[in-house]
């Protein structure tokens, strides 16, 4: 049956090769499509406002080459950091002693802005964070949500597969003491 409905399609229909799940994905895609004309051309979204603009792009610009300075220029004083697996980081000061010992753990982390959207004062960023983990390339992509006031980072939140790092950092036991360093499990 699944036969007889691939070789009725032109070649070039990419459900042909996908197999009885990427027919229901197809109808999927599809009916979203129809249902939110607004997705058929989506263009880059820039800040409303040039504060905003300009946390992104001091955003983009810190990960490309970290530094501890340039993330404390972009926060606010009372500043609140959430991600998966810590506890909230609030104030300048805790974030300066957590991007510290990022640093320290994984020297050579760079980031990579894929996407970004804004609204008022909320801006949303797709990226990807490159570095060795025990000694081998990983790259965790992320989306944060930032919160600006008075052109700095007032809250930012993380989202992550935690998981899937987790499982990663367990498969290289070489980069477990650095990870029980950063995380204050072991004295540094």
């Not at 090769?17 to 229901?24: D, I, K, L, N, Y």
């Not at 983009?60 to 810590?86: E, G, K, R």
């Not at 994984?106 to 959207?117: I, N, S, Y």
């Amino acid at each position: 049956m699944l036969r007889a409905r691939a070789r009725a399609l032109p070649q070039s229909d990419s459900r042909v090769q996908a197999g009885p799940r990427g027919w229901r994905r197809a109808r999927r895609a599809k009916w979203l499509l129809a249902s939110c004309p607004r997705l058929h051309s989506v263009a880059p979204v820039t800040a409303e406002r040039a504060d905003v603009q300009a946390v992104i792009d001091g955003f983009t610009a810190a990960w490309a080459h970290p530094n501890l300075d340039h993330f404390m220029a972009l926060l606010h004083p009372d500043v609140l950091l959430l991600q998966p697996v810590t506890k909230p980081i609030h104030g300048r000061d805790a974030a300066r002693v957590e991007f510290a010992q990022l640093l320290g753990w994984l020297p050579d982390l760079r980031g990579t802005v894929d996407h970004t959207a804004a609204t008022a004062n909320i801006a949303l960023i797709a990226w990807r964070l490159a570095f060795a983990l025990g000694g081998k390339p990983y790259e965790l992509r992320i989306v944060d949500r930032l919160v600006v006031e008075d052109g700095l980072i007032r809250e930012r939140e993380a989202y992550y597969d935690s998981l899937g790092l987790m499982i990663a950092l367990l498969g290289r036991p070489s980069g477990w003491l650095g990870y029980w360093k950063y995380r204050s499990f072991l004295p540094s």
